[in-house]
């Protein structure tokens, strides 16, 4: 078995699948970690349909939440032989895989988060160790259990050369900021493409606007746009995370009701990347003025539409992918849970106080051995 070798698994707020990687963190000097291979494992609509039915309350629940799981673990193994293929590495000689789950409710407010997993099952199949349920420790000291990746933002992207914030925008967006000196920052700004994917499924038939073409037909509508902004979320000082929740069609539909009933979907598609790039920006603007640098990942990091209103809204600051700093922008969510995993087999504290609001640090996640 490898110590320093770990398969990371994400599956998102996007509902679009399972992002794997094996990663290598005996990559050297000056390097955290070495992507060594990934897969991506796309949901089948059925599953995809369930989750998102499983945001909300409905008819018997936990045995579809239950059915889940299973779907969901056998998914996660697939997904990380994959990546084992792909990496031509044996995945017996994995110390472990970190697997985060499928988030389908998220109140820390009320002393709870939930994840879908069955991660003695995702051992069985894939017959590697598995690190999972990061998120309950930080909210059982009073945490948010969210946002769990700016300790690994810190040590990928952090250093005294540049102060940097790295943007990850799946359906939700947060951000971490990495100043040269002083305290790691970071929280959920809000919506990052689930309002606008949920938006493109209804009009279009799609799961997504590939790379915001469709929102580039549009013109923001102001109006739209000031309603959605006051909302209370956007102006509450952090720690603080968020999710589908909060955000989701009949919150859209609310405003678009009051607003703009009228409204042509092109424009209300490009008022909802307006909408997410404005939050970000506000935000980097609020706890990061002097950040030069901004990174981002995670699926919007594709949307050129997305990507171009960013820019322009953080002039002249740089915006990049992190693809442009080495690390691809659709791995660095799971890059996280590995580093994650690989930090609770060390018995290592994980998450950032400063960022959840917890009580102090803690170690994150429960281990199911091979």
């Known amino acids: 078995m490898s110590r320093e070798r770990y398969a990371g698994v994400m599956s998102g707020t996007s509902l679009d699948g399972v992002d794997a990687v094996v990663a290598d963190f005996a990559a050297g000097p000056g390097r955290v970690c070495e992507t060594l291979g990934a897969a991506h494992v796309p949901f089948p609509r059925e599953l995809r349909a369930t989750l998102a039915e499983l945001q909300s309350s409905g008819p018997d629940e936990l045995v579809r939440a239950a059915d ?8 996660y193994a697939e997904a990380i032989l994959a990546a084992c293929a792909n990496a031509a590495v044996d995945a017996a000689t994995l110390a472990a895989a970190g697997v985060h789950g499928q988030t389908v ?11 879908l997993n069955d991660a003695a099952r995702v051992a069985e199949r894939a017959g590697v160790t598995v690190v999972a349920d990061f998120r309950r420790r930080d909210v059982a000291a009073g945490g948010q259990g969210a ?15 540049a102060h940097r914030v790295v943007v990850n925008i799946g359906g939700i967006a947060n951000l971490t900021d990495l100043p040269p000196a002083g305290d790691v920052r970071g929280f959920d700004t ?4 689930v309002l606008s994917d949920l938006w493109h499924a209804e009009h279009r038939g799609g799961a997504f606007d590939e790379h915001g073409a469709w929102a580039a037909t549009g013109r923001p509508i102001a109006s739209l746009l000031a309603a959605m902004l006051a909302d209370p979320y956007f102006a509450m000082p952090p720690p603080k995370s968020t999710g589908r929740d909060r955000f989701h069609s009949a919150w859209l539909d609310e405003h678009l009701a009051r607003t703009a009933p009228d409204a042509a979907p092109p424009d209300v598609q490009a008022t909802l990347v307006a909408l997410t790039a404005r939050t970000i920006a506000d935000a980097i603007r609020r706890v990061a003025t002097d950040a030069r640098e901004v990174l981002v990942c995670g699926g919007g990091a594709h949307n050129a539409t997305l ?4 820019a322009r809204e953080l002039a002249p600051r740089v915006v990049v992918p992190t693809s442009d700093r080495g690390v691809a922008v659709e791995h660095v969510e799971a890059l996280a849970f590995a580093w ?3 930090e609770a087999l060390a018995g290592r504290p994980a998450n950032l106080p400063a960022v959840t609001g917890a009580a102090g640090p803690r170690v994150l996640g429960a281990i199911y051995p091979r």
Do not use: C, K, Y
């Not at 409710?105 to 994840?115: M, S, V």
């Open 68 to 75: 889940a799981s299973i779907a969901l673990a056998d998914l």
């Open 147 to 161: 946002p769990l990746v700016p300790a690994f933002h810190a040590a990928l992207f952090g250093g005294a050369e």
């Open 340 to 342: 994650l995993a690989r």
């Open 190 to 193: 809000g919506p990052g493409n």
């Open 307 to 310: 990507m171009g209103a960013l």
């Open 105 to 115: 409710r998220h109140r820390p407010d009320l002393g709870w988060t939930i994840q």
